[in-house]
Structures are given as C-alpha cells and as structure tokens.
C-alpha cells in the first residue's frame, strides 16, 4: 500500500506501508479515492514548524472514499464517506479511523462537489461563532480556496459588502464568481483607502484573515477593522508571532475570534447539504488534478500558485479501479 513521506523541505515521495488494521470499537478502514491540498498541508511541506517534523502520511485531510472495513455500526463495507484523518496523516490508500471522523456522502452533487464540504465546513464554523451578518460589511483578506469559500458562505448569510483582497489577479478574477462585490489588488491598491471607500469611511465590521502561514496579516486586517469590530484568525499562523500591533488591536476595541476544529455533527453535513442543495456553487475553486503517482507535482503547484491554482486535487488508484 502506497502513503506519502516529506522527507525534505518541499519534497514528497510515496513508499510502501503495511495494510491498516482496525484496532478497536467502532472505527472504519477508509479507502481513499478523491482528495485535495489545503493550506495546512504546505506547514508540513515547507517545514514550517521543525519543532513538529512530517511523519508517513503527511499531508493530507480532505477526502472521499468508502468504507473498507468497520468495526462499528454506523457504516457498513462499500459506503461512500467524507473522511478527516487525525493530524492530517491522511496520505495513505488506507488508513484505521473512528467512525465519528466520518459522514455519509450526499449522492446529489458531483464527488468534486461533495469533496468540497470538508473545507466548507471548517468555514461554516468559523461563521457560526460570528452574530448574524445581515447587513455587514466583511472584507475577506486572501482569496485562495478558503477566502473563496468564504465568499461563497458570506453571501449566503447575507453580508451586505464582501470585499476580496489579494495579491494575485489570477485569484481575484474568481472572486465576483464566489460572491465579492468590491475586489482589492493590494499589490497595486492600498486595501486599507479601498476598504475605507467601499464603508464610506466606517471601515469592515468584520474582517476574515484567511492567510495565513509565513504570510501572515493579522496586522492589515486590524487595519482594516472598524472600531469594535471582529478579526476571524482562519490562516495557520506561524508557531510564534513577534510582529503583532497588539497597540492598533487595543486601541480599536477588536474582538478576535480564533477558529480550528469544527463539529462532525454540525459543520460538515450542513456543508455537505449546502452544496447538494446548490445553496453555493463551488466549482469556480477548482482548478487543477493530478494522479496520486504525481503527488511532488501537486505540491509544487499548489504551494507555488503556478496557472492561478486553487483547489488542487488528488486521484488515488481507488478511484481509477472504479471508473
């Protein structure tokens, strides 16, 4: 059985691996067939944190599949599941779970689609710990997949401006797809005079950091923010943050809300029926596949932002048998 191995900053390699066991009650050997790379997968690519080196199976966590084995009575062998692995050691053909890590697919929309509620529903998470946004104003700093998503959920909550701020015009020609009405090159904009223009001088009522990583702009999005407003800290930040204007977030009054780890039992399935529903269009945020066998090659994209890449997908041998 193949699983992928980082064995160096920015190189990944597949290996061979013994077959998975179930090891307890109620868990579920999940086979892989259709993945995707998240940002938090680059942390262990770029060895970002060497105080938590890459072990085998790591990057991966958004995925579908089926259910090869259980041991519980939740799923049965054959069913098609959205799956999170633990601590993202999901980059095996195989891997032992607990069955609560696991929701049914929803057989409506495409498994590209449905793929997509696992981000989603870290999103709707974040979104959930927010008071009603009926009539805000939110600018969404960092228009990757996440940003995107995040448009896609604003809109649905009825936001009343979405403001998309990024530095790549390849991200930010998807954004009025996802939902933005105000989009922000700040690599030829300042985003604070173009956010303050579209509040008429109020500034964003919330701002979302959907960076994150060695980018950080937690600073920006304070700038951002008006008096008493809320920061959504999405983005993994880097293990210490030193450069923080703790004096602007004090001044203003900020509310920061951090965000990890959603609810099985919320946040996927209500993504999951978002997306079946067709409440939100997904499709623009994805751009690129690979075959599993071209893993370094899906990394290097992804990280690299190469042909305005977002959503980067990964096929496993699972899904070719059954095509």
């Known amino acids: 059985m193949l699983a992928g191995e980082i064995y160096g ?12 066991k179930l090891r307890g009650p109620d868990e579920i050997i999940f086979q892989v ?13 770029e060895n970002d944190y060497p105080e938590f080196p890459p072990v085998v199976g790591h990057s991966l966590h958004e995925m579908i599949g089926r259910v090869k084995e259980t ?3 939740r799923f049965q062998p054959g069913d098609r599941v959205l799956c999170v692995p633990v601590n993202q050691e999901g980059l095996f053909e195989r891997f032992g779970v607990s069955q609560d890590r696991a929701i049914p697919l929803d057989p409506r929309p495409s498994p590209d689609e449905a793929l997509l509620a696992q981000p989603l529903g870290t999103v709707l998470y974040a979104l959930r710990k927010l008071p009603n946004l009926l009539g805000l104003d939110v600018a969404v700093v960092g228009q990757g997949p996440i940003g995107q998503l995040f448009n896609l959920a604003l809109r649905n909550l009825g936001a009343r401006q979405i403001i998309a701020i990024d530095l790549l015009e390849s991200r930010l020609a998807v954004s009025p797809q996802t939902g933005a009405n105000v989009v922000v090159n700040a690599s030829r904009q300042d985003p604070a005079a173009a956010v303050k223009e579209a509040t008429g001088g109020a500034m964003a009522d919330v701002v979302i950091e959907a960076v994150g990583h060695r980018d950080l702009a937690l600073n920006l999005c304070v700038e951002l ?15 210490v943050v030193n450069s923080v204007n703790a004096f602007a977030l004090w001044r203003k009054n900020v509310t920061v809300v951090a965000s990890v780890n959603p609810d099985f039992a919320i946040d996927f399935p209500l993504a999951m029926r978002w997306i079946a529903e067709k409440r939100v269009d997904v499709r623009p945020v994805i751009t690129h596949r690979f075959k599993l066998a071209e893993i370094q090659k899906a990394f290097d994209v992804f990280s690299e932002r190469r042909d305005g890449a977002l959503k980067v997908f990964v096929e496993f041998p699972a899904l070719e048998s059954r095509l």
């Open 9 to 20: 900053p920015r190189k990944i390699r597949l290996v061979d691996v013994p077959e998975p």
């Open 33 to 45: 067939e259709l993945a995707c790379l998240c940002g938090s997968d680059l942390v262990y690519f």
């Open 71 to 73: 041991s519980g009575t």
């Open 225 to 239: 923010c008006r008096r008493e407003g809320k920061v959504v800290f999405f983005g993994v930040p880097p293990a």
